[in-house]
């Protein structure tokens, strides 16, 4: 069983930065793409950053510049390195991993999620 789990989450001041990781075990990983969503109380889940098996990175409007994508096939990890954050970044992040090679920013395209780790920039 695919089990994901997310760390790094915490409460930063407007312009800091965090690292978020997520470490899997159980299952396939290295050729799968993985992803980082966010999801706030009464919104839906919305697509963060993807990396694909062979390292192509996709990336929402919103952080684009921000927010780097990365992944350690070694280790079988993913991260996530949040530069210049926002109050608007304020959010539940989890981590997933897609059901293909491919990057696709969609929700049903992933079958497996972390538990989630909390984000709060304050202003």
């Known amino acids: 069983q695919v089990q994901l789990v997310e760390s790094g989450g915490g409460l930063v001041q407007a312009g800091d930065s965090l690292r978020l990781s997520c470490a899997a075990s159980?299952?396939?990983?290295?050729?799968?793409?993985m992803a980082w969503f966010r999801q706030t109380p009464g919104k839906e889940r919305d697509f963060v950053a993807a990396?694909?098996?062979?390292?192509?990175?996709r990336y929402a409007d919103s952080v684009k510049g921000r927010f780097t994508i990365s992944r350690d096939s070694a280790k079988n990890t993913v991260y996530l390195q949040m530069n210049s954050l926002k109050p608007e970044d304020t959010a539940v992040y989890y981590c997933?991993?897609?059901?293909?090679?491919?990057?696709?920013?969609?929700?049903?395209?992933?079958?497996?999620w972390g538990q989630g780790t909390q984000v709060t920039v304050s202003s």
């Open positions: 990396i694909s098996w062979t390292g192509s990175t």
């Open positions: 159980g299952g396939a990983f290295n050729t799968y793409a």
């Open positions: 997933a991993r897609a059901r293909t090679s491919m990057i696709i920013t969609t929700v049903n395209h992933y079958n497996y």
